[in-house]
């Protein structure tokens, strides 16, 4: 039978390195194939790397150490690396090295290597569009800067640059918004003021907010600081809370806010009781928010489904030793001690489902606020409202603390006062406008389901020095 021709004794397995016995086949640790083995080639190279010549086949040589001296001398037809030059003393440089192109070679089949041209001018980049002579792909653009010029502005919206104050577009920085919210150059979307709000009046503060679910922010606020007939201090806080199923609650909680602000900061100076002042600004934002209703009748034809815009209101006034709110719906106001070892308070009562059936005992706090009905509310303002019923009380608080005033995207995950206290931070009545951003994050870290808005009021009130305008 014919068989596989044998190759030259191994003494190491290729594979593994397991010493082998003369005549193995196989190795005897991991069964590898002896006999697929390639031959050793039977080559010589014409340099080695180490700089010797390699000795020739027939002992040429004789007497060569293969170590310095002079290489080369009976190598046969080997080519000989020449010597490096010494360093140059005088200049103190290194000495000159050789490169592979200054010595002849073969190829695998003992021709001459090609000579490798002197290095000359660098060869400039082709141009036009050259064509690969490979692959026949035509290369028709020039190779990509690393950086591109900016693009030089259209002539034709150079009048659209806003003028020196106004405003400009977040995204192009270069045309000016218009009432719609969009830019007239290149009609980006503009964010939208109110989706976060924040202002303080000396003592006073306030933040707003948008949330993360709702897609616009339909809460307000109004703040202030005045003083009284006799020249102390005196600090209002209004928030309102627009009803999302009426019809533009954001502008109507913001004309409510503006109206019932405006009307106390002027009520107060002139000497009108802080009771009786907060009764007749929840009046006068009654009146700015059914003023949103007159629509001509052709608005009122194209949408009849509309209803009127709608709100609810809640207020505070602080003087040095009277504290006054007032409300229409559910945003409520909560009295917070200094000394937490005092118990804190909600001063309000919701316009609310849940609020009546406590009232009237026909089911617990938990059992009516945990229904679905909770928080459908039986008070506003707007023109569809059943009727106007001002809610106004006086409290005589008897050691310092801050009153908190909220809508119901804060109370909704602190709704017990003494939790409400928990999140009020202790340096509130030192850093009001803190103290709201804290609240705030609370509601925002709980969910953000609704808008929210604070403002954070110290009692008593302080002068009008005190805190930043």
Not at 169 to 197: K, L
Not at 199 to 221: C, I, T, Y
Not at 332 to 343: H, M, N
Request: net charge negative; charged share 20%; with cysteine.
């Amino acid at each position: 039978m014919s068989q596989m021709p044998q190759q030259a004794a191994l003494s190491n397995c290729p594979s593994c390195e397991w010493p082998l016995e003369s005549g193995d086949r196989f190795c005897g640790a991991c069964g590898y194939d002896l006999s697929a083995v390639p031959a050793r080639p039977d080559d010589h190279p014409t340099v080695t790397l180490n700089g010797s010549v390699p000795p020739s086949g027939d002992g040429a040589g004789e007497g060569d150490d293969g170590a310095g001296g002079d290489a080369g001398a009976g190598a046969g037809d080997a080519a000989a690396w020449p010597l490096a030059a010494e360093p140059d003393s005088s200049s103190g440089g290194p000495a000159v090295t050789h490169v592979p192109a200054e010595l002849p070679g073969t190829d695998s089949g003992g021709s001459p290597l090609p000579t490798v041209p002197p290095a000359g001018p660098p060869v400039p980049p082709p141009t036009g569009s050259p064509v690969s002579p490979a692959t026949g792909v035509r290369f028709d653009r020039p190779p990509e800067p690393d950086e591109y010029p900016l693009q030089a502005p259209d002539p034709r919206i150079a009048d659209l640059s806003a003028p020196p104050g106004a405003k400009l577009c977040v995204a192009c920085r270069a045309g000016r918004v218009d009432s719609d919210g969009y830019c007239e150059n290149c009609g980006h979307a503009q964010p939208r003021e109110r989706d976060h709000m924040e202002q303080e009046a000396g003592p006073v503060a306030a933040v707003s907010d948008r949330g993360l679910r709702h897609h616009r922010n339909e809460d307000a606020f109004g703040i202030g600081r005045t003083t009284l007939p006799d020249g102390s201090p005196a600090s209002v806080a209004v928030v309102c809370d627009g009803v999302s199923s009426a019809t533009r609650p954001d502008d109507a909680s913001f004309a409510a806010g503006v109206a019932a602000n405006e009307s106390l900061l002027a009520a107060l100076p002139r000497g009108t009781h802080p009771q009786q002042a907060m009764h007749d600004a929840i009046v006068a934002a009654s009146h700015a928010v059914n003023a949103l209703a007159d629509e001509p009748a052709t608005a009122r034809e194209h949408s009849p489904h509309q209803n009127a815009p709608a709100c609810t209101i809640v207020g505070a006034v602080v003087t040095p030793g009277l504290l006054v709110v007032g409300w229409v719906g559910d945003s409520r106001v909560y009295w917070v001690p200094a000394d937490r070892t005092s118990p804190p308070a909600r001063l309000t009562e919701d316009d609310s489902w849940a609020a009546q059936m406590v009232s009237a005992g026909l089911m617990s706090e938990a059992e009516a606020y945990a229904d679905e009905r909770a928080h459908a509310i039986t008070g506003w303002l707007g023109a569809d409202a059943y009727e106007l019923e001002p809610h106004t009380a006086s409290f005589k608080p008897d050691r310092p603390g801050v009153v908190v005033v909220c809508t119901d995207g804060l109370w909704n995950y602190a709704e017990g006062a003494q939790e409400m206290a928990e999140f009020v931070p202790s340096d509130a009545a030192a850093r009001p406008l803190h103290a709201a951003r804290v609240l705030v994050g609370h509601a925002l870290d709980g969910g953000g389901h609704d808008n929210v808005t604070v403002a954070v009021v110290p009692f008593p009130a302080v002068s009008q020095g005190a805190g930043s305008a």
